[in-house]
């Protein structure tokens, strides 16, 4: 079965900061994608960004890139300048092709002014 | 298109009483998922319906679960004989699945129906 893990409960960064959050996960398949969700307080999960496991080049959203690392199953989510709106849990997940979602446990993200 | 929607978005309860919660996917999506969250954690798959039919279930998914998609549209997840293992969030979401394998299937969630059970 497949297991993501995220190992960094909570998370701050000033605000225009840099942060990395950081994600493993462990699967047999050499096919499938993987996410980081959004999850701000009381609001609905939305989806961040998605990486393409056949796909070397790493994903880019705005201010959101991954640092994917087939190998090592690595999937790290790096926040440029951090905007106090980025304040959420995030999630990381996996999913083999068009099936269901695995989750980690999050990460709490407070950016601070 | 306004989104998955959820209802109730909170249900408090009575241990030993059964409850319904309703999942409106987007009006096109095929697939329908049920995941649970509990505080501090990340969504646990529970279920999913392609168009009407159930394809898979999570063993989470006790026989007090029960979940259907009669015409394909919306979905409702019923438990009976709630207990207080059973407060958590319970989250929805829909996604449009093709018919290549390799098919993107990005699933939009709903905001939730949080269940506290007394």
């Known amino acids: 079965a497949q297991t993501v893990t995220q190992s960094q409960p909570e998370m701050s960064v000033q605000e225009a900061e840099t942060v990395t959050l950081s994600c493993t996960y462990d699967t047999s398949e050499s096919n499938y994608y993987l996410f980081w969700y959004k999850q701000p307080p009381s609001r609905q999960m939305i989806l961040v960004i998605r990486?393409?496991?056949?796909?070397?080049q790493n994903a880019t959203e705005n201010r959101f890139s991954v640092n994917f690392q087939k190998a090592a199953k690595s999937f790290s989510l790096k926040i440029s300048d951090s905007q106090l709106g980025d304040t959420a849990m995030y999630f990381c997940a996996f999913m083999e092709y068009g099936n269901k979602l695995v989750f980690g446990a999050g990460t709490i993200l407070r950016v601070k002014s | 298109d306004t989104g998955v929607s959820q209802d109730p978005r909170h249900k408090i309860t009575k241990r030993g009483q059964n409850v319904t919660f309703r999942c409106d996917p987007i009006s096109e999506h095929n697939r329908l998922y049920w995941y649970r969250q509990t505080l501090g954690q990340g969504p646990e798959f529970l279920t999913y319906f392609q168009n009407e039919a159930q394809l898979e279930k999570s063993r989470l998914l006790s026989d007090r679960f029960s979940a259907e998609r009669p015409k394909g549209s919306f979905s409702t997840l019923e438990i009976q004989r709630t207990e207080q293992g059973d407060s958590a969030m319970y989250l929805c979401?829909?996604?449009?699945?093709?018919?290549?394998?390799?098919?993107?299937?990005?699933?939009?969630f709903g905001p939730g129906t949080r269940l506290t059970v007394l």
């Open positions: 979401a829909s996604s449009l699945y093709g018919t290549s394998p390799s098919s993107y299937n990005e699933q939009f």
């Open positions: 990486q393409e496991a056949y796909k070397q």
